[in-house]
C-alpha cells in the first residue's frame, strides 16, 4: 500500500476498532484532497470485518466508520469483492451501490476448443512464449497502449513508477509473446502468492491473430506448473472483451462499486422517500 501511495501521491488512512486487544475492524483508504479515492482499477478495497460477531455489531462498526468518513471527506469510494457481502450500512448513508463483474479462471479446468486451436496456429506461425520480471519493453507497450483510452501523461508517469516498485519487490510478473524476436503481446500481472491467484492488470492490444489467445492459454499453464490456482481477469463488463474472456470458462463473479458524494446521496434519499410513499399509498 505504500508503493500504490508514493506512485500516486495519495495520503493512507487506518482506522482499527479494537476490542480486549483483538481487532474487530480494520480498514486501510487512500484519499485525494478531500476525496477517498480507489487508487487503481484491479485493486478491492482493503476492509476486514471480525466475521465470528453478530450481524448488529458489524453493522454498527460499518455504519460509524461511514458516518465519521462523511465528516472528513466530501466524495468517497470504494470498490469491494462479493466477500464484503452486508453494504446496508452504506444504502442508508446514501451511498449509490453499482454492481460489477470479473471472470476468475479456476486452474486445471477446461478451456473451449475455439482456443485450443487457436493455439496451434499461433504455434505453427513461430509465436514464442517466454514469463519473466517485468521489463521496461513491456511496460512499454502496456502502457503506451492504456494512454490510447485515455490516460493523462502525469498518470503514465505513476504506474511507471508503481510497476517498477512492484516488481523490484517481487510482486509482478510479465508474460510475453515474441514473434521474430518482436514483443507482439505482453501481459503484467499482479501475484498473490498467499491467496494462490494471478490478477491481470495489462494486457496490451495486438494486430497479430491468435497472439492473445496463446498468451492466455499460456499463462493458465505457468500457473498450473508453479501452484497458482486462479487467475482473477479483473474484469467482465465490456462486451466484446468479456466474450473473448469467457472461451476460457471462467467464472461469472460479481463485485460493488459503493461512492458517495453530497448531491448524489441527497437525490438517493429524495427517491427512496418517494418510493416509500408510494408503497404505503398504494397498499
Request: net charge positive.
Amino acid at each position: 500500500m505504500g508503493v500504490v501511495k508514493n506512485a500516486f501521491g495519495y495520503q493512507l488512512h487506518y482506522y482499527v476498532a479494537i476490542q480486549k486487544q483483538v481487532p474487530l475492524f480494520v480498514a486501510a483508504i487512500f484519499s485525494n484532497g478531500k476525496n477517498v479515492v480507489v487508487p487503481l482499477a484491479f485493486t478491492y478495497s482493503s476492509i476486514y470485518l471480525d466475521q465470528t460477531i453478530s450481524d448488529r455489531r458489524r453493522v454498527d462498526l460499518l455504519q460509524s466508520f461511514v458516518c465519521l468518513l462523511k465528516k472528513n471527506f466530501k466524495k468517497i469510494s470504494f470498490r469491494f469483492n462479493t466477500e464484503m457481502e452486508d453494504l446496508r450500512p452504506f444504502i442508508w448513508e446514501g451511498f449509490q451501490v453499482d454492481l460489477r463483474y470479473t471472470y476468475v479462471k479456476r486452474i486445471g479446468e477446461d478451456v473451449h476448443e475455439s482456443i485450443l486451436r487457436n493455439v496451434e496456429r499461433a504455434k505453427s506461425e513461430d509465436f514464442c512464449f517466454k514469463s519473466a520480471a517485468v521489463e521496461k519493453e513491456s511496460v512499454k507497450k502496456n502502457l503506451d497502449d492504456f494512454r490510447n483510452y485515455g490516460l493523462s501523461g502525469s498518470s503514465y508517469d505513476q504506474y511507471h513508477q508503481l510497476f517498477e516498485q512492484l516488481s523490484l519487490m517481487g510482486c509482478l510478473k510479465s508474460f510475453n509473446v515474441y514473434k521474430g524476436g518482436e514483443l507482439v503481446c505482453a501481459n503484467i500481472v499482479l501475484l498473490d502468492e498467499e491467496r494462490h491467484q494471478l490478477y491481470t492488470l495489462l494486457i496490451n492490444r495486438t494486430s497479430h491473430k491468435n497472439a492473445t489467445s496463446y498468451l492466455y492459454k499460456e499463462t493458465i499453464e505457468w500457473c498450473a506448473v508453479n501452484g497458482y490456482q486462479f487467475i482473477d481477469y479483473c474484469g467482465a463488463n465490456d462486451e466484446r472483451i468479456s466474450n473473448f474472456k469467457s472461451y476460457f470458462n471462467p467464472h461469472l463473479t460479481p463485485y460493488y462499486l459503493v461512492s458517495y458524494s453530497p448531491y448524489g446521496s441527497f437525490a438517493n434519499n429524495a427517491q427512496r422517500k418517494a418510493k416509500t410513499i408510494i408503497k404505503r399509498i398504494v397498499g
